[in-house]
């Protein structure tokens, strides 16, 4: 029998809250998903959707009808969040199933699924703190912690249980092929987020059905994970309400980052490119045409909401698309804040470490978290943004939002100048090719000639170089874009040379189609310059240099360049 979620706020008492009105909001429910008994709404295909390049509005309904930000119709359109996301990106979830059993010995968990006639079995390794409980805890994706500290858990007596999310699915999967494909043998297309959020559900299970021998303190679950493993955790908390924190650790794109964002920026995790092991086949079609998607990833991390929900980033590892994470982070915050409770959400996103690695600078915001949601400290700050990407302007992505008039603003790029160079129309070594191509700015790109690779140093003579001046108003860091068409992993580099410096490889700019990419950055004084790119791998097309004193890769095709 499912229960209406209106119920649920006669379930559990008040917690945590910024405000009396905050004080009215959960801080976790009893069921996996409260939005279960809504009719699911209409998912129209690829062709009949409408073109939104701006964010999705979080609180528009699915049919466009309107908006509603009340908490009250909340359930409802998390409901329609859940159902988009799992149609476009990853497949159905599938409910709890009837048939289940578990066990606790010897330190160890047990799950038994069956359904159809076949069982998956989980195992997970359970560490508890001294005592008799009940004990909060965290399931960690891959370990009992993911990617954080121990003892961040372990020395506030915070039991801790591993996912082995191979059990549902590898990393990388087979289609059809993986443990969970034998109870839903129609579900051979579904994604790896979909099968490991469903494997963390079926541990929550477990930790139910053994509640008489695991004193676990089932109010006070947390998930966490990093990098593919942090979009583990994210889907999981996003897609399980009675998960009370998720903290996700450096998810990158398919994570926090919203893929529309992300199709701006350089050398990062667009929808096109990352694991097809990971989502359903169908959503590659958007490869091309992200702006149809009727939701984003800032809407994923909404469905967290009302709950609590950190994210940590690493802005050293384009790949992981930070920037993006961060406006995706504030768009979703909106969420939180129209409840009354923005203390609920904070992001952490900073340099200076490896991937996967906490930096002290982020423990007391992970700290801060665990203290409050975990073991009801209300005197801990949890209204954590931090991040180096204050001069982005987030506000163009969704003050569109209640007007119905999706438009995304252009960029305001202040008194930063941009300087845009056609490399056709520059001195071109004979070891390159002129092409013509209508996709290209100016209607032309360059390229190497087949026979004309130099891939382990840079040619020194002037056929397999291009050379271009320019010349900049100020004394500042300039950043190089190009936009490019690399269709290999064995064709995307260029050696590149600022002025009588060294050559250096510039490799990794990899694209999906034409897409400007970050190729560099220099100090540059004040006056003229000269910039030589040198032929490297010959498959690289190349149509297009921007150099901007703007952080921001160019939108388009960028500004026309005046021909000589």
């Excluded at 590898?170 to 993986?178: F, I, V, Y």
Aim: charged share 20%; hydrophobic share 40%.
């Amino acid at each position: 029998m499912r229960v209406k979620p209106i119920v649920l706020l006669l379930l559990f008492s008040p917690c945590v809250g910024v405000s009396s009105f905050a004080q009215e909001i959960p801080l976790v429910y009893g069921f996996e998903n409260t939005g279960a008994s809504f009719p699911s709404p209409v998912l129209p295909s690829l062709n009949e959707l409408p073109i939104i390049h701006p964010l999705t509005d979080p609180f528009e309904w699915s049919n466009r009808s309107g908006r509603d930000t009340s908490f009250a119709s909340w359930s409802h359109r998390r409901a329609e969040i859940k159902a988009e996301i799992e149609h476009y990106e990853i497949g159905p979830k599938p409910d709890r199933p009837e048939n289940m059993t578990a066990s606790y010995s010897g330190g160890t968990l047990t799950v038994n699924v069956t359904v159809n006639g076949n069982t998956l079995t989980l195992t997970s390794a359970v560490t508890l703190p001294p005592g008799d409980g009940p004990f909060p805890a965290v399931i960690g994706m891959g370990r009992g912690t993911g990617s954080l500290p121990s003892n961040l858990f372990t020395r506030r007596d915070i039991a801790t249980i591993a996912f082995n999310f191979g059990q549902v699915m590898a990393h990388t999967q087979t289609r059809g092929r993986e443990p969970i494909n034998k109870l839903y043998p129609d579900l051979t297309y579904m994604g790896a987020y979909s099968a490991w959020s469903w494997g963390v559900s079926r541990l929550i299970d477990g930790l139910e059905l053994v509640s008489a021998d695991l004193n676990i303190d089932l109010k006070h679950l947390a998930v966490t994970g990093c990098s593919f493993a942090g979009k583990m955790a994210l889907f999981a908390g996003a897609f399980d309400e009675r998960i009370a924190l998720t903290i996700a650790q450096e998810p990158g794109g398919g994570g926090a980052a919203a893929w529309r964002v992300s199709e701006t920026l350089g050398n990062v995790e667009t929808l096109g490119r990352t694991s097809h092991a990971w989502f359903i086949e169908d959503m590659f079609k958007f490869s091309n045409a992200v702006a149809k998607l009727p939701h984003d990833h800032h809407e994923l991390m909404a469905m967290v909401a009302p709950r609590a929900l950190l994210v940590l980033g690493n802005p050293d590892y384009e790949w992981l698309a930070d920037e993006s994470g961060y406006v995706s982070c504030r768009a979703a915050h909106e969420v939180w804040k129209a409840f009354g409770v923005p203390d609920r959400f904070g992001f952490s996103i900073v340099a200076g470490h490896m991937h996967c690695s906490l930096p002290p600078t982020q423990f007391p915001e992970v700290e801060a978290y665990v203290d409050k949601f975990l073991l009801g400290d209300t005197t801990v700050d949890t209204n954590v943004m931090k991040s180096p990407f204050e001069y982005v302007d987030f506000s163009r992505w969704i003050q569109w939002w209640g007007t119905g008039d999706p438009v995304l603003p252009a960029r305001t790029m202040g008194d930063s100048q941009s300087i845009y160079v056609e490399p056709e129309r520059e001195t071109v070594g004979g070891h390159w090719e002129i092409v013509s191509d209508a996709g290209a700015s100016g209607g032309a790109y360059v390229t190497v000639k087949p026979e004309f690779e130099s891939v382990g140093a840079a040619s020194p003579r002037s056929e397999d170089h291009i050379v271009m001046t320019f010349t900049v108003d100020k004394e500042t860091t300039y950043t190089l874009f190009g936009r490019l068409h690399c269709p290999s992993a064995d064709d995307d580099s260029y050696w590149i040379k600022m002025d009588d410096g060294q050559f250096s490889m510039a490799n990794g700019l990899g694209t999906n189609g034409w897409e400007w990419v970050r190729i560099s950055s220099y100090g540059l004084a004040t006056g003229k310059h000269t910039l030589t790119i040198a032929s490297r791998e010959n498959g690289a097309h190349l149509d297009k240099l921007c150099i901007s004193s703007a952080p921001y890769a160019p939108e388009g095709m960028g500004e026309e360049v005046e021909k000589p």
